[in-house]
């Protein structure tokens, strides 16, 4: 299948490459041109321009920061057009960023006018499921086009879910990285916590593991260095999840419970701490790092 892949950072560059592997042919553009020549050395093909990279696509995958990068992309900024209005045929269009519900609904309402098919596809798995291929990935959109785009998303993930409508898949990436961000918060305090009063990080982990506080991040992910050998934390916490990509989206997360009336205590907890923690410099560490947060800038 031809496909056109737009965005080649932490995430997206290695979605490229699992569909390169995967037999499709796939065309990149990106704005970092060193992203474009790693995926042109594996194989695919670059382009000078997103427009130029559609050319003759039956699918258009986008990977990128934000809502803003999302409805220029395809509606268009300072009289340049939008790939919506430049698109060669009709391909299915799946975007895989975490962006606002309602810029998901405004880009796949301007697609329908179009007659094209458009789906919101974020995902979660980090950057270690985006290079194993083993991502979720959670759909709003039509039923035809989720089933049409299945099977390209297959060759990028292990679990795939249809949320609903345009939207929808949004709404529910953003309550799990609320989610997440409250559960690796809680993480770092309850390590911080053993380890001030004598306990080894890494066996007060494995007993939380199988105990009633066991969760994602103390099984794959732990924020304390040394323990988890391929976790960011023992890396300085390079590479990963950033803290100003989790601070997004727990910001995306408020915005979406303050237009709901709903209530999230723990939510708006977690993202005053990544707020915090991105302001004291950290925001392009991985999340992990709100772990140094709790241990008061101490240094190893």
């Known amino acids: 299948m031809h496909i056109a892949f737009i965005g080649l950072g932490n995430m997206g560059a290695p979605m490229a490459s699992n569909l390169l592997e995967a037999g499709h042919d796939v065309v990149v553009f990106d704005l970092v041109e060193a992203a474009i020549q790693t995926l042109k050395t594996a194989g695919a093909g670059s382009a000078d321009s997103a ?49 606002a519900p309602d810029d998901a609904r405004v880009v796949g ?90 306990l080894d990080p890494a066996v007060l982990s494995e007993i939380m593991k199988q105990s009633s506080g066991g969760n994602w991040a103390l099984n794959v992910y732990n924020p304390w260095p040394g323990v988890m050998e391929n976790a960011p934390a023992s890396n300085d916490y390079q590479g990963g999840f950033l803290v100003d990509l989790m601070a997004k989206d727990l910001g995306l997360a408020w915005e979406l419970a303050l237009g709901s009336k709903s209530a999230v205590p723990m ?24 772990q140094w947060l709790y241990r008061a800038g101490e240094k190893e």
């Open 51 to 99: 427009i130029e990279a559609t050319r003759g696509a039956e699918v258009v995958i986008s990977m990128l920061p934000a809502g803003a990068h999302v409805r220029s992309l395809y509606l268009g900024q300072d009289d340049q057009p939008g790939l919506l209005d430049a698109l060669d045929g009709k391909p299915l269009i799946i975007d895989a960023s975490t962006i």
């Open 109 to 198: 309402e301007a697609a329908r006018e179009r007659g094209l098919s458009y789906l919101d596809a974020p995902v979660s798995g980090g950057v270690g499921g985006a290079k194993a291929g083993t991502l979720t990935f959670i759909v709003g959109g039509s039923s035809e086009g989720f089933a049409q785009a299945k099977p390209v998303l297959a060759d990028m993930g292990k679990n795939i879910f249809h949320a609903g409508d345009i939207g929808a898949g949004q709404v529910a990436k953003l309550c799990n990285n609320m989610l997440l961000g409250v559960l690796m918060s809680g993480t770092a305090e309850a390590l911080a916590l053993g380890v001030k009063n004598g």
């Open 267 to 290: 939510g708006s907890q977690a993202r005053n701490l990544f707020a915090l923690h991105a302001a004291q410099g950290n925001g392009r560490l991985d999340f992990s790092s709100i």
